[in-house]
């Protein structure tokens, strides 16, 4: 079973690059086949997809969000990071780390963890 766990700093000034790291057990991050993601949700609003970094080290970002993104992993330590530049408030969400295939997409979860956007 695999299991994922997000963390980093709750508060991020605006300007300023939030920066996130999603910590991987019970799998590996080059299985092949598998594709790690970020993913967020607003306050009052639905889940919004980043991107990801695919078994292979290939990396997709949501065209909204490219310029700000960027996507990366450390295979020696299992984990994969996500970094968003320039921040607003309108970044202000939960934000989460999911894994899965394209046949059983983004089945595994962590628990999320709040990122606030503030001066």
């Known amino acids: 079973q695999v299991q994922l766990q997000e963390s980093g700093p709750g508060l991020v000034k605006p300007s300023q690059t939030l920066s996130l790291t999603c910590a991987v057990s019970g799998g590996s991050i080059t299985t092949n086949g598998y594709y790690w993601s970020w993913i967020r949700q607003p306050p009052g609003k639905g889940l919004e997809w980043i991107g990801y970094i695919a078994y292979d080290g290939i990396s997709y970002y949501s065209p909204s969000l490219k310029s700000r993104t960027s996507i990366s992993r450390d295979t020696s330590a299992n984990q994969f990071s996500l970094q968003l530049t320039s921040v607003t408030p309108e970044d202000t969400a939960v934000y989460y780390c999911?894994?899965?295939?394209?046949?059983?997409?983004?089945?595994?979860w962590g628990q999320g963890t709040q990122v606030t956007v503030s001066s």
């Open positions: 999911a894994s899965g295939t394209p046949v059983a997409c983004n089945i595994y």
